[in-house]
């Protein structure tokens, strides 16, 4: 945990010791500029070429309002080194003259008058466009990168929503922004009232999250300030994240994210294998149960004589296709333990029978315990081992019911059922304090 507390502090750190404008994505103005293209010439004659910046200002008096708009933004879509403000500003000021409400024309003379250093003017004009026009792509992105740059970070973020609805393409750099944002404490705030809302595009920025080493302290971060919020991370939500950080070996840091997302009466009687009775619905996430249907079986939680909830295994005539039925994610300090557990079976016919295996995750070939085999027929009985976990190399386990199999043909099934409930690992201490 502390690896991950020392990541997450050494971001916020950095978020506030960066310059103001740090959160801008300079790509966003690039794509600002295309997407006006597509706005505008979806809707002009694109075969027009009767002006160009060199036309006198007579021509451009009686040129048709769509060639104005036309030529000028071709002209603002150019490269720095070739871009000609002064006539995107006075060809927007003509439409402008004879519409004052043209959304596309606002724009152009917004990002002229920024261009040219008035800030306020080019603010206000950037804003009247938008209230024009809220679809107008490159404007939400200016705006975005505007109050980003002021740090208002919840501004910034409702010009990103709209921007994120309707263009997808800028989605990842919109999604890095999001997670600078994280790193300073008002735009952690902006960033997780803006997902409380939960808008369309909040799954695809804890995807975002999940996919890169560098940004899990930031899923962390999010996840965590998700909670309590009327929209919790939802299983399909933390899924991606915590195995994520199971792959990158932070085990620890994800039991507690996972623990952090139990309701109450789950976490109160927490122990170390949770759920181990079935009282709780299974979540299939890698800290709950995780169950593995395959062709000739069937997998569910029953309640049969003789307890509450079990886990049912129903097997068919024929090959059953994988070893692996049921697993549990543990993380287990070194030391001594006890696994103990209720199971009862009837007629269940495979070769070696099924078995309950412990085994460190990075090494599945280092199996701490095994259960003995469970086949035929046999009325509810108590299974208790003992096993240890080592000082090295084992900071995560793996609770696994598996299939006895060293040959094909040992996953032929004939039938019959099996039950299994009432799981508990007790660790030596406790149980001598006890």
């Not at 070429?49 to 008096?61: D, G, I, Q, V, Y």
């Not at 150019?78 to 409400?101: M, T």
């Not at 369309?200 to 899990?216: A, C, Q, V």
């Amino acid at each position: 945990m502390d690896g991950w507390k020392q990541k997450i502090q050494d971001q916020m750190v950095a978020g506030a010791s960066k310059p103001r404008r740090r959160w801008i994505v300079p790509s966003l103005l690039g794509i600002a500029g295309l997407l006006l293209v597509v706005l505008i010439l979806g809707s002009v004659d694109r075969d027009s070429r009767a002006l160009t910046t060199h036309s006198p200002k007579t021509s451009l008096e009686k040129a048709k309002t769509a060639d104005l708009l036309q030529t000028a933004q071709v002209e603002a879509s150019k490269s720095s080194e070739e871009r000609d403000w002064d006539f995107v500003q006075q060809a927007s000021q003509i439409v402008l003259r004879r519409d004052p409400l043209n959304a596309s024309a606002l724009a152009l003379y917004g990002f002229s008058l920024d261009a040219h250093g008035e800030d306020a003017q080019a603010l206000d004009v950037i804003r009247a466009a938008n209230a024009r026009d809220p679809r107008i792509l490159a404007v939400n992105i200016w705006l975005f990168n505007h109050y980003a740059a002021a740090n208002e970070f919840s501004e910034a973020i409702r010009y990103a929503d709209m921007t994120l609805r309707f263009a997808g393409r800028v989605s990842g750099q919109l999604y890095a922004s999001f997670g600078q944002f994280v790193t300073v404490p008002s735009g952690l705030t902006a960033v997780t009232n803006a997902l409380a809302k939960n808008p369309p595009w909040r799954s695809g920025f804890l995807r975002y999250l999940s996919r890169n080493k560098e940004t899990l302290p930031t899923a962390y971060i999010v996840l965590s300030s998700l909670q309590g919020t009327r929209a919790p991370p939802t299983n399909d939500e933390l899924a991606p994240v915590l195995n994520a950080m199971i792959e990158n070996g932070a085990y620890q840091d994800a039991l507690f994210l996972w623990i952090g997302t139990l309701p109450n009466e789950q976490s109160a009687g927490l122990d170390y294998l949770p759920n181990g009775h079935f009282q709780f619905p299974i979540s299939g996430l890698p800290f709950d149960w995780t169950l593995v249907p395959q062709r000739g079986m069937e997998i569910s939680i029953a309640s049969p004589e003789g307890a509450d909830h079990a886990l049912r295994i129903d097997l068919y005539r024929g090959r059953l296709g994988a070893n692996d039925l049921a697993r549990k994610l543990l993380v287990l300090a070194p030391g001594r333990y006890s696994f103990s557990f209720r199971e009862k079976s009837n007629r269940l016919g495979l070769p070696r029978g099924l078995t309950w295996q412990i085994s460190c995750v990075q090494d599945n070939a280092k199996v701490l315990t095994a259960s003995p085999p469970l086949k035929g027929t046999l009325s509810w009985t108590r299974e208790e081992i003992a096993f240890n976990v080592p000082e090295t190399d084992c900071p995560a386990q793996w609770l696994r019911l598996r299939i006895e199999a060293r040959a094909a043909l040992d996953r032929e099934a004939t039938g019959g059922s099996a039950w299994f409930t009432d799981f508990k690992i007790d660790r030596e201490a406790d149980i001598i304090s006890n």
